[in-house]
């Protein structure tokens, strides 16, 4: 069992300790950054005379090897290691000797597992920054393409007023675009270099923490050593943002579940993103959609958990902490596969628009135009309001939209009722007469667009 304590043992771990104590299995996933870590600190050492050139040299030269087998598949990380950290001093030791045994000068597990988590971390939040951002290039081109593509909007799962898809997958925009912005504060407030805190108390070397940063990207090190160790809310806040990212994908997924129903008829699914029935053969069912929806409760589960353990450990460092890793580790590759999946599902997602604009107009959702007609033609609101009323319900008694009803009709309730009030309650017109910055209408909406091109263009 290679570890990096025993000294003061007088027996053998028992092996179900070893076992449970051990990270290996899952903290392997960061060989990459440790040895990225230890590079910087043996550069750092070498610096300030604490190793020598030539002894930074040689674990330079083994730590490049070791990294070069792991990914050739040549070296396997195995479970007679503790952990990633034992794992790679040993075989650097295994490889150039005497020198191999200096690496850990001037550190302890608990800086190094804070640093690899941070490194780790960091370089997550990029590659899902990049997967949130196709996302929005893949709503930006469906909102290009949908200035006048009519819908129904909805409030309380009632259809309200006419929208165009381009205003209701805007608001998704929004929601993702707010996503990448906290992934963009986390990445800021977590970019200080821990490295050099030691166990909790610092060191006695003659460390340049700043110049180890500097090597390792970080704007500046940690500014307490115990805080050093002991800080995961850079875990907790990644973990709520991406449960605000799943939850924003959650509700876009139930909406695609909605409208790919046979009530609804809205979209149809490629083949590729769906599935069939084991007995029904005339099913296809959203599978993508509804794991996406189902997925989410997994990445809330990660947040609760690593808020569980964080709430009762006093400092510094203590063994709770490793369960940061495993649930994080999980979470990010179920944000990152559900974001690729629901890229690449809305990307060959096709729209029926002539759907769409029949269910606006079945529902009323011209009625508030209709009363707004009334209004600018001397009627008071709270009448306007109560005319129309009736005759959506004349339009229900007969099984009609308001488009549909005779002209005579709408006189039987209101005189001041005219021609032109087809025009007036045309989705065209609800539409395009809302002209607002954040409506529908397609001025605003062509302005709300060129908006997001800069954006992701300069982001």
């Excluded at 990207?217 to 050093?228: G, L, V």
């Amino acid at each position: 069992m290679a570890q990096l304590w025993g000294g003061r043992f007088t027996k053998e771990t028992d092996k179900l300790v070893y076992n449970f104590n051990a990270s290996i299995s899952f903290d392997q996933k960061f060989y990459e950054q440790d040895i990225r870590g230890s590079k910087a600190h043996v550069k750092m050492l070498a610096k300030q005379g604490i190793l020598t050139e030539k002894e930074r040299d040689q674990i330079l030269e083994g730590l490049e090897g070791i990294l070069a087998d792991v990914k050739a598949g040549r070296l396997a990380i195995t479970s007679e290691y503790e952990d990633i950290h034992s794992f790679v001093e040993a075989n650097l030791i295994d490889r150039i000797g005497d020198p191999g045994k200096k690496l850990h000068t001037g550190r302890s597990r608990n800086d190094q597992v804070a640093l690899d988590m941070k490194l780790y971390v960091r370089d997550e939040i990029d590659e899902i920054d990049q997967e949130v951002k196709s996302l929005l290039e893949a709503l930006q081109k469906i909102m290009e393409e949908n200035v006048h593509t009519y819908m129904p909007g909805f409030t309380h799962l009632q259809k309200a007023q006419p929208v165009t898809l381009a205003h209701h997958v805007g608001a998704y925009f929004e929601m993702f675009r707010r996503d990448r912005g906290r992934l963009f504060d986390i990445r800021k407030r977590m970019n200080t270099c821990p490295l050099g805190a030691g166990a909790l108390a610092g060191t006695t070397y003659p460390l340049d923490r700043e110049y180890t940063a500097q090597l390792l990207d970080f704007d500046e090190p940690t500014r307490n050593s115990m805080d050093s160790v002991s800080d995961r809310d850079y875990v907790i806040e990644l973990l709520s943002a991406l449960s605000t990212v799943m939850m924003h994908l959650s509700r876009f997924s139930e909406e695609i579940i909605l409208w790919n129903s046979n009530e609804y008829r809205f979209v149809e699914i490629d083949d590729a993103y769906s599935t069939g029935s084991s007995i029904m053969p005339q099913k296809k069912n959203p599978d993508i959609a509804e794991l996406v929806r189902g997925k989410t409760g997994r990445v809330y589960g990660a947040l609760t958990s690593i808020l569980t353990t964080m709430k009762g450990i006093p400092l510094a460092y203590n063994k709770d902490m490793q369960e940061d890793k495993e649930l994080t580790f999980d979470a990010i590759d179920t944000v990152k596969g559900c974001l690729a999946l629901f890229t690449g599902m809305i990307s060959t997602m096709q729209f029926n628009k002539a759907n769409m604009e029949a269910s606006a107009k079945n529902g009323f959702t011209n009625a508030t135009d209709a009363a707004d007609y009334l209004v600018n033609h001397g009627v008071p609101f709270r009448d306007a309001h109560g005319i129309v009323g009736q005759l959506v319900l004349k339009c229900i008694e007969k099984g009609i939209s308001l488009d549909e009803l005779s002209l005579e009709e709408y006189k039987e309730i209101s005189p001041v009722f005219e021609q032109d009030i087809y025009e007036a309650i045309s989705m065209k017109t609800c539409v395009e007469k809302r002209m607002t910055l954040g409506a529908p209408g397609p001025d605003v909406m062509e302005q709300v667009i060129a908006g997001n091109k800069k954006y992701l263009e300069a982001n």
